[in-house]
C-alpha cells in the first residue's frame, strides 16, 4: 500500500521551516527519505528505523512514529538547495520500497 | 568509489519494440531493484536482483524481466513496448542488507512512440 505524502506542495522564502509527513496504513518498520530534483535521479537523504530516534544531518531532520504509522520530515531554516520533491519510502517484507506521490518543495529568495 | 551508473541516458522506441536497459552497481553492492517513475509520480517497483535471482517482484506483467550478472551488473528488458512504458527506468543499489540504503543512479528515460 502506497505511503500517503502531506502536503503535496508547499512553497516557503529562504529561511522558513517546513514540514513533511508521510503515513502509512500497514505498520512501518522502516522509512527511507529522498530528495529529487527535475531531471536528476533520488538522492537519499536518511532512514528511519522501527525503534530507532530521531535523526538528522545539517538541517534536515526526520522523526519516527510507530502508532501512528508516521513520519515526518522536519526541514529547518530552508536554503535554495532544499527545493525539490522529496518522496517517503516504506520498505516491505519482500524488499520492495514503495513510495509515496511526493511532496514538491519550493524555496523562493 | 564508483557511484551507480546507467546506460543508456535516453532512449526513443516504437510501440510494440523490445529494450533494454542496464545498470552498474555501486562498488561493494550486492543488490539491485528497478523502478519506474512516471511523470509527477514516485517511483514504483519493478523487481530486485540479489546474487543473480530475482528477490521480489511489483505489480508489472511478465513482458518487464531482468537479469543480474556475476558482477552484480544488471539488465532490464522490456517487450513488447506500450506507449504507456514512457518512463524515468532507475535501478538503485545497496548491499542487500535488509532495510538497507538503496542508491539510485542517474535513470534511463525512454519515449515510446
Redesign the interface.
Known amino acids: 500500500q502506497q505511503p500517503v505524502q502531506s502536503p503535496q506542495a508547499v512553497i516557503l522564502r529562504e529561511g522558513e521551516d517546513a514540514v513533511i509527513n508521510c503515513s502509512s496504513s500497514k505498520a512501518l518498520y522502516s522509512v527511507h527519505w529522498y530528495r529529487q530534483k527535475h531531471g536528476e535521479a533520488p538522492v537519499f537523504l536518511m532512514i528511519l528505523l522501527k525503534g530507532g530516534e530521531q535523526k538528522g544531518h545539517d538541517k534536515i531532520s526526520a522523526s519516527f512514529n510507530e502508532k501512528k504509522q508516521q513520519s515526518s520530515l522536519y526541514l529547518t531554516a530552508s536554503q535554495l538547495s532544499y527545493s525539490g520533491t522529496y518522496f517517503c519510502g516504506i520498505l516491505g517484507s519482500n524488499y520492495k520500497l514503495t513510495f509515496g506521490k511526493g511532496t514538491l518543495l519550493t524555496v523562493n529568495p | 568509489e564508483t557511484g551507480v551508473t546507467q546506460s543508456p541516458t535516453h532512449l526513443i522506441k516504437t510501440r510494440g519494440q523490445q529494450v533494454t536497459l542496464r545498470c552498474s552497481s555501486q562498488s561493494g553492492h550486492n543488490?539491485v531493484?528497478w523502478y519506474q517513475q512516471a511523470l509527477g509520480?514516485?517511483?514504483?517497483?519493478i523487481f530486485?536482483y540479489?546474487r543473480e535471482e530475482e528477490?521480489?517482484?511489483?505489480n508489472f506483467p511478465p513482458r518487464f524481466s531482468g537479469l543480474q550478472f556475476p558482477n552484480y551488473s544488471s539488465e532490464l528488458n522490456v517487450n513488447a513496448l506500450e506507449l504507456d512504458d514512457s518512463a524515468l527506468y532507475?535501478c538503485?543499489s545497496s548491499s542487500g542488507a535488509?532495510?538497507e540504503?538503496?542508491?539510485?543512479?542517474?535513470?534511463t528515460r525512454l519515449l515510446v512512440l
Not at chain 2, 41 to 45: A, H, L, S
Not at chain 2, 55 to 58: P, V
Open positions: 543488490t531493484s509520480q514516485g517511483p514504483q517497483f530486485q540479489y528477490n521480489g517482484r511489483g532507475l538503485a535488509e532495510q540504503t538503496q542508491y539510485f543512479g542517474p535513470g
